[in-house]
């Protein structure tokens, strides 16, 4: 490897959204930068995450409202989904987009090199890769995670699919069990259950989306089972076995034991940092209990000089998180001025139908902080744009502190409720009151228009306004 032999100001490992937004930004503030990538370029997000999950989550969408819509006078007849045309679809969505957002911009960037080949760090602190020593300033650590497989008896023998199996499939399941009832986990079960396949969810947790408001769990399980979905809560998984074409799960409920079966086993139980086999720990970088990488307000490890960013560091694992940490890292490496890394207003999305948002604190949060709360739950049947929708599944919950009227939470269940959250977002990042929420100018008929009613909700009954009265 020619390019071994240069100097480089930040050596980055890792070739996803924390890898480029910190070569990017090296890049823009004068820097020579290198990507050391050993897979495939662009991380999670394009390759096995947001991008394909996405795209197949409203496919799935189509099939759905063709077959279940709340509209008189429309008839429409559903032939059964091309699963491999589908899928084939998703793959050149990925295959653009990761030439477009990632290959191409490099071009754009000629003091950044791409270099391909397996990174590890000596005890001394020195970068090796391919097993050669590579000469840079700083370096930044930022490999990712992987699907993790809890080790429940018998689950390594049965070929379980993680979500990056599930995925890349070409042949519709008949039927799936989906251990983990979170954001991955319900994704894909309702996609898998909208093309036609039977689905089983088991969360070990008392009710599904157990880090979300406790109301939101309880009223997407109900959404979900109506669609077909069993969804069951409480589930302590004692084993997996398989026999023949068929695997078998034997999960109890309390004393009640219970025995499902499916034609394949989906693990969506979380995802683990990607820092073994690097010799990490040797060369005096720190990790926690699930081999993320410890970081202090700078995202600089334990030891001088190697920086870490992205989903390597542990929770909140998001692109966009991820994308801000890189670009802070390369600055904070870099430059003269360290900034601290905050991720105290972290939007959250999940992409079921309807989908689930939120960010701040809940209710039992903002008690466990000390905080005086006052709340507003507003059901999405006082929303005008979900009423000529038809479509009223979910609710707006605004928490807010009793003394200063500031947002301290924003609790969404409602079809896409990921393009409702960001003004929450905004207000509880620059201390907007929701009086001022309520005072503002919404677009009328929009969900976001939801927001505002809901901020109304805490001194009003919206049910006695007219539409769009302050």
């Not at 823009?28 to 999950?53: H, K, Q, W, Y």
């Not at 399941?173 to 983990?180: A, D, K, Q, T």
């Not at 870099?334 to 905050?342: A, I, K, S, V, W």
Request: charged share 25%.
């Amino acid at each position: 490897m020619s390019e071994c032999c240069k100097d480089y100001d930040l050596a980055i490992v890792g070739g996803g959204s924390a890898a480029f937004a910190a070569a990017i930004r090296a890049a823009d503030l004068g820097f020579r930068a290198a990507i050391i990538e050993a897979g495939t370029l662009g991380g999670t997000c394009v390759n096995v995450g947001c991008v394909p999950s996405k795209t197949l989550i409203r496919a799935a969408e189509v099939v759905h409202r063709a077959k279940s819509h709340p509209f008189a006078g429309i008839d429409i007849e559903v032939a059964p989904p091309r699963f491999a045309e589908v899928m084939r679809q998703k793959d050149e969505l990925v295959r653009e987009l990761r030439k477009a957002k990632y290959q191409d911009v490099l071009s754009a960037y000629p003091s950044v090199d791409l270099l391909e080949g397996r990174a590890t760090l000596r005890d001394d602190g020195v970068l090796e890769v391919g097993g050669q020593p590579f000469r840079a300033g700083k370096i930044l650590l930022a490999m990712g995670a992987s699907a993790w497989i809890p080790p429940i008896p018998g689950i390594e023998r049965v070929g379980a699919l993680t979500s990056t199996r599930a995925l890349a499939l070409t042949e519709l399941p008949e039927s799936l069990i989906v251990l983990g009832g979170s954001a991955v986990g319900l994704e894909l079960a309702q996609f898998f259950s909208r093309m036609g396949t039977r689905v089983t969810v088991l969360e070990a947790l008392p009710r599904i989306m157990p880090a979300e408001d406790q109301e939101i769990g309880d009223d997407l399980a109900r959404y979900l089972r109506g669609e077909g979905l069993d969804v069951r809560a409480g589930a302590t998984v004692d084993s997996v076995s398989r026999t023949g074409a068929r695997v078998q799960v034997v999960a109890r409920f309390g004393v009640a034991r219970e025995t499902f079966e499916a034609e394949h086993l989906l693990v969506a139980t979380g995802r683990r940092p990607n820092t073994a086999g690097m010799g990490l720990e040797k060369a005096g970088i720190e990790l926690g209990p699930k081999g993320e990488i410890r970081v202090d307000g700078h995202l600089e490890t334990t030891r001088r000089g190697v920086f870490a960013a992205g989903d390597v560091i542990g929770d909140p694992m998001f692109v966009y998180v991820a994308a801000q940490a890189g670009q802070l890292a390369a600055d904070n490496a870099l430059g003269d001025e360290p900034r601290t890394f905050d991720v105290s207003v972290v939007p959250r999305v999940t992409f079921t139908d309807p989908g689930v948002a939120s960010v701040g604190v809940t209710e039992r949060q903002a008690i466990a902080l000390g905080i005086d709360t006052i709340t507003s739950k507003l059901p999405l049947t006082h929303v005008p744009r979900a009423i000529a929708a038809r479509d009223t599944r979910g609710f707006i919950k605004l928490i807010a502190d009793a003394k200063t009227k500031l947002l301290v939470g924003a609790h969404i269940l409602a079809p896409e409720a990921g393009e409702i959250i960001q003004q929450a977002v905004m207000a509880i990042g620059f201390g907007i009151r929701v009086d001022q929420i309520a005072s503002t100018l919404h677009p009328y008929l929009t969900l976001a228009e939801g927001i505002k009613l809901a901020a109304q909700t805490f001194e009003k009954d919206v049910a006695k306004l007219s539409c769009c009265a302050a």
